[in-house]
Structure formats: structure tokens, C-alpha cells
């Protein structure tokens, strides 16, 4: 984890410095003018990402280019904060790599296989899509509650 936090910064100041996120930015919005269709570029890009890595390499490696392109586009951060942490609990029990469902198998012992874990672990992860649905539909359920607190 180290390893990969360390060249997540380096790659951040890299792209600090030749302007990267930026350009990006502006190739995507030159794309769509759809905010949603960005954030669910960017729901794909975490689930990919979700399958190999840890949440903390992901978010490192891909902030420094979606947080640009998502203030650009003039999208809540809180919003957005909210569905890339969703996002990041999906990678957390999607197979290969599954770190939760490793945590589960480390609890029960060695008498239970893994496929048995990860079958047991598929109707959380359908009840993750469907609360993704729903965030992803009725945005202001995710801004609810904070607006109360700029009042």
C-alpha cells in the first residue's frame, strides 16, 4: 500500500505539472455536456478498478484526474464524494480480489470455501447496485441532510 501511495503521488505531481487534468477536463466535457454521463463514466472506471485494486491506490490514482474534470462540470463534491465511496465499497466485495470477502473468509476458517463466500456476499453486492441506482437517480437524497447544516 505504501508503495502504491507513493507512486500515486508521484503521478499526481506529474500531472500537476504537465497539465493533465486539465486537458482532460476539457476533452470530456467537449464529449458531453451530460454531467451524469461523466459521473457514470466514473462509476465505471472505479468498478474496473475495484476488481484489482485497494480503495486507497484507487482513489490516489484517480482523484487527481476526475476532481478537475467533475468541478468543471460543475458537479456537487459532496455528491460525488458520496458515490465514489459506494463505488469503493463495490470493488471492496467484487471478485478477484474482494478484500471483505478475504476479511470474512480469515473470520469463518478454512471449512468454508471461497466460492461459498462470495455467493453468500452477491446479494450485498446486488443491494449495493440498487442503492447505487438509487443515489445515481435522486441526487438530493445524498445532499439532503448536509444542506440542513449550512442552514
Known sequence: IL??????TLLTQFLALTGMPQYLAGALASLTDSPMVI????????LIL?????PLGVLLLTLP????????MGIDGIWVGV???????????????GLNVF????????????GTIFRGVGWFLLAEVF??????????IITWLPSLMAR
Do not use: N, Q
Open 103 to 114: 476479511i470474512i473468509k480469515s473470520a469463518v476458517g478454512p471449512d468454508i470455501p471461497m
Open 83 to 97: 458515490i465514489l465511496v459506494k463505488m469503493l465499497e463495490i470493488g471492496l466485495l467484487t471478485p478477484p480480489i
Open 3 to 8: 508503495l502504491i501511495a507513493v507512486g500515486a
Open 131 to 140: 442503492i447505487m441506482a438509487a443515489l445515481l437517480i435522486w441526487p438530493p
Open 65 to 72: 484526474v476526475l476532481l478537475p474534470i467533475f468541478h468543471r
Open 39 to 46: 459521473v457514470l463514466i466514473a462509476c465505471l472506471i472505479y
Open 50 to 54: 475495484g476488481c484489482f485494486l485497494d
